[in-house]
């Protein structure tokens, strides 16, 4: 589905349908979400490491590595490393997300 200035219309509606099928088959969606300010600053951290990493997360995820990009593969590793040491502090804080 694509309209005129909108090319990105298919993905959006989708991910908004999709939330819209969860909540009506399970009943609802609890959501949580950190303050305003804490959501800026996360934002501005994803920014500044998609511009300092030359991609996402996903692109060298799947393009990147799937090319056999020396610099995606690093890129990878090093998220996902980030992402265990990340949640092994929490724990280990007592700060776990998923109870």
Do not use: K, W, Y
């Not at 589905?1 to 969606?29: H, K, R, W, Y």
């Not at 056999?68 to 593969?73: A, D, E, K, V």
Request: charged letters at 5%; glycine letters at 18%.
């Amino acid at each position: 589905m694509t309209l005129p200035g909108f090319p990105d219309a298919a993905p959006l509606a989708g991910l908004a349908g999709g939330a819209l099928i969860v909540s009506l088959l399970s009943g609802g969606i609890e959501a949580r979400f950190a303050s305003p300010l804490v959501l800026v600053v996360a934002g501005l951290l994803v920014g500044i490491g998609t511009r300092l990493g030359s991609g996402c997360t996903s692109g060298h995820g799947v393009c990147g590595v799937s090319r056999l990009s020396g610099r995606s593969i690093v890129a990878t590793a090093t998220f996902m490393a980030a992402g265990i040491a990340t949640v092994a502090v929490m724990n280990a804080m007592g700060l776990e997300v998923l109870q």
